[in-house]
């Protein structure tokens, strides 16, 4: 992604956001700032909001595949990690990252109850796209909760 021109990263983005679910995406630049989104301007601050937040994870991981490859423990390159929470709007948060041999991050997953967050991190970029979880069925609480006031 790094180094893609400008009508790959626009192609690019096409790509992603035709996949069904896909609610939006970031594009972080290294230094945690925001340089893309498909939020409107009236969310711009969740736009810059998530994208501290996704920098920070995205930093922290890496952190944590290179400690694990210099403690030799690193025998998988696929870990998962679940994690209960009784937040109403996140009951339970998977995190899954991928990585090379050598442990280099390529993408997370986070999955809440209602949404699926993907990060791909690249050299100078970060992409996250958000997208609904597929096999997410509202509940009766969600759809009392969404509807309309009169």
């Known amino acids: 992604m790094a180094a893609a021109g400008g009508s790959d990263i626009e192609e690019l983005i096409k790509r992603v956001t ?10 972080i630049n290294s230094d945690g700032i925001c340089v893309r989104h498909s939020f409107t301007e009236a969310s711009r ?4 909001h998530y994208a501290a937040l996704m920098q920070g994870l995205t930093f922290k991981t890496k952190q944590v595949l290179q400690e694990l490859d210099s403690s030799s423990m690193a025998n998988h390159t696929h870990h998962h990690v679940s994690v209960g929470n009784n937040n109403a709007t996140m009951n339970n948060t998977m995190v ?4 090379t041999g050598n442990n280099e991050l390529q993408f997370i997953r986070l999955r809440t109850r209602k949404d699926e967050i993907i990060i791909a991190p690249d050299n100078k ?4 796209v958000i997208q ?3 096999s ?15």
């Open 132 to 134: 609904q979880d597929p």
């Open 136 to 150: 997410y069925v509202p509940s009766e609480a969600d759809v009392t909760t969404a509807a309309p006031t009169s």
């Open 96 to 99: 899954s990252t991928t990585a």
């Open 45 to 48: 601050a969740l736009a810059v």
């Open 125 to 128: 970029y970060i992409l996250v």
């Open 18 to 27: 035709m996949h069904p679910g896909v609610q939006g995406f970031l594009i």
